[in-house]
C-alpha cells in the first residue's frame, strides 16, 4: 500500500497555531487535514459565527483575521470514543490561557466521552 503524506490522511488530530499571538486550537478530523484545512479559511473569510478560529480574532486580535498555522499532530483512531477521550486529553494539556478552544467544546468533549462509554 503506498504512503499517504498525513495532510491527505484522513482521521487526524491536529493543532492550529495562531501565528500573531501563539494561541492554540486543538482539534481532530475524520476527514483531511487538507479538507479541513480549506473549510477552516472559508468559514474564516466568511467571519462565520460558529467557528472559534474568527471568535478568537473577533475577541483577540480586534477583529483582525490572523494567518494560522495547521500541524497535523497524529493519527486519530478510528474509534470514536478513544479519538473523544485522546482530543479531550489534549485540550487539558494546553494552557487554559492560550487555548482557542471554547470552555463548552472542552466540556462538550469531556461529557462526550463520558456518554459514550
Ligand atoms: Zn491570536
Known amino acids: ?4 503524506g498525513l495532510c491527505n490522511r484522513e482521521s487526524v ?3 492550529i497555531k495562531c501565528t500573531g499571538c501563539k494561541n492554540t486550537y486543538v482539534g481532530e478530523t475524520t ?3 487538507y479538507t479541513r ?7 474564516l473569510s466568511n467571519k462565520e459565527e460558529r ?3 474568527w471568535k478568537h480574532c473577533r475577541e483577540k486580535q480586534n477583529s483582525e483575521i ?3 498555522q495547521t500541524n497535523v499532530t497524529g493519527v486519530s ?3 470514536v470514543i478513544l479519538r473523544q477521550i485522546s482530543e479531550g486529553i489534549k485540550i487539558n494539556n494546553v494552557d487554559e490561557d492560550s487555548l482557542i478552544n471554547s470552555k463548552s467544546e472542552k466540556a462538550w ?3 462526550m466521552s463520558l456518554t459514550c462509554t
Open 66 to 68: 490572523q494567518q494560522f
Open 31 to 33: 476527514r483531511s487535514m
Open 13 to 15: 488530530t491536529h493543532e
Open 51 to 53: 467557528l472559534a478560529l
Open 37 to 43: 484545512e480549506n473549510e477552516h479559511s472559508k468559514s
Open 77 to 79: 483512531s478510528n474509534n
Open 109 to 111: 468533549t469531556i461529557s
Open 1 to 4: 500500500m503506498e504512503e499517504k
